[in-house]
């Protein structure tokens, strides 16, 4: 009897020292989850611009390699979110329909976001999500994003994109997904087949393992968490006003910025903080174009539609900076200003 009430006490001792190791863990894995916090960007920058650029170019390989050019200057930038506003009032909201041709208005809008989007989207993810298209014809004489979740085969990375695949589960276990690896990933959950999906890769357990495990986080986890540059999401706004008034934000851009030679210096501005900001540009005829033919707009100058007016290149030797340029221009005049903006109190 007294052995038998040994051995329970052992047991108890047993199952205590357990219990709180794994307390133990828990109370660590959470304070390594606040300091990966600390390291996430919780800010936003949105760029809009019209895609009447396009009708500037003289043919589709000039049209698609401009295209081309705003999405890797957008990359480089770290830009969250690309909206093409119509200038013209076409009044297109989707990138269904076919490319019809180069005229004064060949859907410049829906051929720019398109291409936008293909080159967002990892070289794996192609085949699944952009089935052939005539506006897609040169997409493949395009230099690479090579954004941070554009992975190589073998390359180890918490996150990964996946589509979700057509395959039978057992029941109660999640979906499959081609995350563009040698072995697919099980989620933690049944989803959709032919969706695409952000997914937080686990630790292999066992390297002979036929699939790899993972949990689906949102879109912007890798952003928020990591800091990590998770590439950019592409809106279509049928006027200027729509570039606000349809902003994926609850609480709506609380920076926006307009550009334009007429504006203010770029050197003398000081940038409030801020969760999510939009800078606009304009096309040929400047901003003024866009609020012309907007119908919702009672204004005829730009400046007031934004909280900053800014000329980003000061007295430029050229009557013109073409949209391209000035996103260069503009984004990389801006970063000191948004990066002394966004710094926390810790920082400093």
């Given amino acids: 009897k007294a052995e038998?009430?040994?051995?329970?006490?052992?047991?108890?001792l047993k199952k205590l020292e357990k219990q709180r190791m794994r307390e133990l863990a828990e109370k660590q894995a959470e304070k390594q989850e606040e300091q990966v916090e600390d390291k996430g960007r919780h800010y936003t920058l949105s760029v809009a611009l019209p895609g009447s650029i396009l009708n500037n170019a003289?043919?589709?390989?000039?049209?698609?390699?401009?295209?081309?050019?705003?999405?890797?200057?957008?990359?480089i930038f770290c830009v969250d979110e690309i909206i093409v506003f119509d200038e013209h009032g076409e009044d297109v909201k989707s990138v269904e329909?076919?490319?019809e041709g180069i005229g004064r208005r060949g859907k410049a809008c829906v051929q720019l976001a398109r291409i936008l989007q293909y080159l967002e989207c990892p070289q794996y993810?192609?085949?699944?999500?952009?089935?052939?298209?005539?506006?897609?014809?040169?997409?493949?004489?395009?230099?690479?994003?090579?954004s941070p979740h554009h992975m190589r085969v073998d390359e180890d990375s918490e996150y990964r994109e996946g589509v979700v695949l057509d395959r039978p589960t057992k029941p109660g276990r999640g979906s499959f997904v081609n995350c563009g690896m040698r072995k697919e990933v099980q989620i933690d959950r049944q989803l959709n087949p032919g969706l695409r999906v952000t997914v937080r890769l686990e630790e292999?357990?066992?390297?002979?393992?036929?699939?790899?495990?993972?949990?689906?986080?949102?879109?912007?986890?890798p952003r928020t968490v990591s800091g990590l540059y998770w590439g950019y999401s592409v809106r279509l706004a049928s006027c200027l006003s729509?570039?606000?008034?349809?902003?994926?934000?609850?609480?709506?851009?609380?920076?926006?910025?307009?550009?334009?030679?007429r504006g203010s210096s770029v050197d003398q501005a000081t940038?409030?903080?801020?969760?999510?900001?939009?800078?606009?540009?304009?096309?040929?005829?400047?901003?003024?174009?866009?609020?012309?033919?907007?119908?919702?707009?009672?204004?005829?100058?730009?400046?007031?539609?934004?909280?900053?007016y800014l000329n980003t290149c000061p007295s430029q030797g050229s009557r013109t900076i073409r949209t391209e340029e000035a996103l260069l221009i503009s984004l990389s005049a801006l970063r000191p200003h948004i990066n002394e903006a966004v710094k926390t109190p810790s920082d400093s």
Wanted: hydrophobic share 40%; proline share 5%.
């Fill in 125 to 146: 993810l192609r085949k699944s999500f952009f089935p052939k298209h005539e506006d897609l014809q040169f997409a493949g004489l395009l230099n690479p994003l090579d």
């Fill in 271 to 308: 940038l409030p903080s801020f969760r999510h900001a939009l800078v606009v540009f304009g096309g040929l005829e400047g901003l003024e174009a866009g609020v012309d033919v907007d119908p919702n707009l009672e204004v005829t100058d730009p400046s007031v539609l934004f909280d900053f």
């Fill in 242 to 261: 729509a570039v606000f008034s349809e902003c994926p934000f609850r609480e709506g851009y609380d920076l926006s910025i307009g550009t334009s030679e």
């Fill in 97 to 99: 329909g076919d490319f």
């Fill in 4 to 12: 038998k009430k040994k051995w329970k006490e052992m047991k108890l």
């Fill in 58 to 75: 003289q043919s589709l390989e000039l049209r698609t390699y401009l295209a081309g050019q705003i999405a890797r200057a957008c990359a």
């Fill in 204 to 221: 292999p357990q066992k390297a002979e393992a036929k699939v790899r495990k993972g949990t689906v986080v949102s879109s912007h986890h």
